[in-house]
């Protein structure tokens, strides 16, 4: 049988002192098999067991002290992360809230599909969702079926999708700065004859900065999709 002894040091004065918790249930304290100073524990003595998935890492932060980051986020420029929306049936609109200061910029994959011959538009919030601007304080400019087009006050911005069933997009958001840039990654047409964007800005004249955005078509519903976030921070 190993035995367990207690040791005092020759040249210490103090009193150590056990103190148990405030408990009714058996406890059981196990001493691993290996030669072990407890104090600032760091590098290998730090175990991890029973994760299903790593999502953060122990980042070591300058000043003495470690601090649990998302992963990719030790530094600057990782796409993080943020949220996935599904719409799973039809919809005549769909908010995308979260977007603050927690990250300088964001990125959005969209993959939306459109009920019947319709555009896709979007608006801002400045309240996180509460309201949206449905008035013509949107300018946009881009590129659609190989000619320049500038829409000036516009009511909502559209991303001009017309007549295609499905749009696959990449949103460059800058919030704090009120601009949008969406390239077109691909957009599907049954019929052939959609009028769309392979790439638009757009930017609103009296806000400074949005928190969320809605997508809505032009008329009808958003039939299905999936739209994710994604934080960046400069540093």
């Not at 932060?61 to 990782?78: I, N, P, R």
Request: proline share 2%.
């Amino acid at each position: 049988m190993a035995k367990v002894k207690i040791q005092g040091h020759a040249s210490g004065t103090g009193i150590l002192t056990v103190t148990a918790p405030n408990t009714s249930t058996d406890r059981t304290i196990t001493l691993p098999d290996a030669d072990v100073t407890l104090g600032t524990p760091e590098g290998t003595v730090i175990k991890s067991t029973g994760e299903t998935g790593g999502t953060k890492f122990l980042r070591e932060d300058g000043d003495g002290t470690c601090s649990w980051q998302a992963a990719g986020g030790g530094g600057g420029g990782a796409m993080e992360f943020v949220s996935k929306t599904t719409i799973s049936s039809a919809v005549s609109s769909v908010s995308i809230t979260g977007i603050d200061s927690s990250y300088d910029r964001y990125v959005m994959k969209i993959q939306l599909k459109l009920a019947g011959s319709n555009q896709l538009q979007l608006t801002y919030s400045q309240n996180n969702g509460s309201s949206f601007d449905t008035s013509s304080n949107y300018d946009s400019m881009g590129d659609r079926n190989g000619a320049f087009l500038y829409s000036a006050a516009a009511a909502n911005a559209p991303l001009h999708v017309d007549g295609a069933d499905w749009y696959i997009s990449t949103l460059d958001l800058e919030p704090s700065l009120g601009w949008i840039n969406a390239s077109t990654g691909g957009i599907r047409s049954s019929n052939r004859t959609s009028n769309a964007h392979s790439s638009v800005i757009i930017s609103h004249r009296t806000f400074s900065s949005f928190n969320a955005l809605q997508f809505f078509a032009s008329s009808g519903n958003i039939s299905s999709g999936i739209i994710t976030l994604y934080g960046i921070k400069d540093s």
